[in-house]
């Protein structure tokens, strides 16, 4: 199967996760898929928070309609023409994924079969239903991709590792692989800087990206640097509309837990029933919280971000990624800024 087949096979895929993120219903044969193929996965969506409470249906077919947009033909085109791919050197790459927020791992499945080598699938348990339903889908459309595919419970007779998880875990994972080619990913997050300028649309998008997910993805918002005299009420306002978060009780629940313990603390909060707002220097703040911190120098403060950039997957403000766009990355926002193709296509 050479790579115009295989950019062929994802950007079908592509419409057909579009389709799932906009309608529940079978939108006829023009997708490839029966009506019992596409009822398949429908029926997976809607049962997710089953298996996993943070995977709401609205949450799902936004990671289908992110993941569809990105798949489009011609951006796959434009995204692989900066790499050298050889149909001659595949290699088996064992990927471990992530579980934090629907199909997390997909960009490192894309990334390995569009590189032309096989996959070895790791999945998480709260992240094990999804991606195997899509690739049933991928080989529907495509039976050549059966012997490229493979998920297992242990992995074996691999030649490179892509690992995703928490910093400690990540530690484990630098041993263990140590032999191989590797990429090994660790905790990040977001940050936000505002400077007052911000209209109300993009404020409601910066919501967005605090809020999407339930604020459990490496690329929401869990920090805001603000002006010294900015007025919060703006920024409350903004966040406003996201209320209904509380409706999950997992959410609900880590709201009330860090409310009890930061007020037996006795910590200065601003608080509106739904998000809890602390001043605070770090930038990893726990679910349902948003840190903020005030600044003097915006310059100053970009300097003083570069001791954190380990720690930061991107920075949502007017001159970096838009906002209400930090959940829709493009194909080349790599995770924690290491370019998997390149890695991928450099394996020998």
């Known amino acids: 199967m050479n790579l115009d087949q295989r950019v062929k096979v994802f950007s079908q895929l592509g419409k057909i996760l579009s389709s799932y993120a906009v309608s529940q219903d079978w939108p006829g044969y023009k ?15 809607k049962k997710a928070k089953q298996h996993n ?11 289908f309609g992110s993941l569809g947009e990105m798949l489009r033909e011609d951006k796959l085109i434009q995204w692989l023409s900066n790499y050298s791919i ?13 579980g934090n927020i629907p199909l997390v791992g997909f960009h490192d499945f894309l990334c390995v079969l569009m590189a032309g080598h096989k996959i070895q699938i790791k999945l998480s ?10 690739i049933d889908i991928i080989k529907q459309l495509s039976p050549d991709f059966e012997s490229y595919i493979q998920i297992v419970n242990k992995l074996e007779n691999f030649d490179a590792v892509i690992a995703t ?12 692989f140590s032999k191989y080619p590797h990429i090994i990913r660790k905790n990040r997050t977001s940050i936000s800087i505002l400077n007052g300028n911000e209209t109300e649309e993009q404020l409601k998008g910066l919501a967005k990206d605090i809020f999407q997910f339930y604020g459990l993805g490496c690329r929401n918002v869990t920090k805001v640097y603000i002006p010294e005299n900015y007025d919060l009420d703006t920024l409350f306002g903004a966040l406003y509309h996201w209320k209904h978060v509380t409706e999950n009780n997992k959410y609900a629940n880590n709201y009330d837990y860090n409310k009890a313990v930061y007020l037996m603390n006795r910590e200065e909060l601003i608080e509106n029933g739904f998000l809890l707002l602390k001043e605070e220097t770090a930038i990893h703040s726990p679910l349902a919280v948003l840190f ?11 300097a003083s971000l570069e001791n954190k950039k380990e720690e930061i997957q991107c920075i949502v403000s ?31």
């Open 292 to 302: 903020y911190e005030r600044y003097k120098d915006e310059d100053n403060l970009r």
């Open 53 to 63: 409470g943070w995977f709401d249906e609205t949450n799902v077919r936004h990671a």
């Open 165 to 176: 998880g928490s910093n400690n875990s990540a530690m484990y994972f630098e041993s263990y």
């Open 31 to 45: 997708l490839g898929l029966s009506q019992n193929e596409y009822d398949k996965l429908n029926k997976i969506i």
């Open 125 to 134: 348990s709260e992240d094990n239903l999804l991606l195997p339903a899509i």
């Open 86 to 98: 050889s149909s001659t050197k595949s290699k088996t790459v064992a990927v471990i994924m992530a």
């Open 318 to 348: 007017l001159k970096d990624v838009p906002f209400g766009k930090a959940q829709h990355p493009a194909l080349h926002d790599y995770a924690d800024g290491i370019d998997t193709m390149e890695f991928l296509t450099t394996l020998k």
